[in-house]
């Protein structure tokens, strides 16, 4: 089994940066595709960045393009989300996820594993 532990969360200005990770324990972390997700109250979790095994393919949702940075450190065992331009809308509880798959998906379903989550919170 794969054990995720995200960090570097916590409260930030709107126009702020951050940057999460999320390390993930074992050898076989480079056979999985990774995935970012966030979730606020009330509202469904939502995809917001994803890298392929390889770490060659990247892919982020609209709401975040040109303001967030997903890579990954395979001897490091640790995926990264550096987060800048940070607005009150991007305060959510942020979790990553494995796939067994070198291609990672939109979808939370489509992982297999998942980190207990880090809280960012964004002030206006």
């Known amino acids: 089994q794969v054990q995720l532990v995200e960090s570097g969360g916590g409260l930030v200005q709107a126009g702020g940066s951050l940057r999460l990770s999320c390390a993930a324990s074992?050898?076989?972390?480079?056979?999985?595709?990774m995935g970012w997700f966030r979730q606020a109250p009330g509202k469904e979790r939502e995809f917001v960045a994803a890298?392929?095994?390889?770490?060659?393919?990247?892919y982020y949702a609209d709401s975040v393009k040109g303001r967030f940075t997903i890579s990954r450190d395979n001897a490091k065992n640790t995926v990264y989300l550096q987060m800048i331009s940070l607005k009150p809308e991007d305060t959510a509880v942020y979790r990553c996820?494995?796939?067994?798959?070198?291609?990672?998906?939109?979808?939370?379903?489509?992982?297999?594993?998942w980190g207990q989550g880090t809280q960012v919170t964004v002030s206006s």
């Open positions: 074992g050898r076989t972390f480079s056979s999985y595709a």
């Open positions: 996820a494995a796939r067994r798959l070198a291609e990672p998906s939109r979808y939370p379903h489509e992982y297999d594993y």
């Open positions: 890298i392929s095994r390889s770490g060659l393919g990247t």
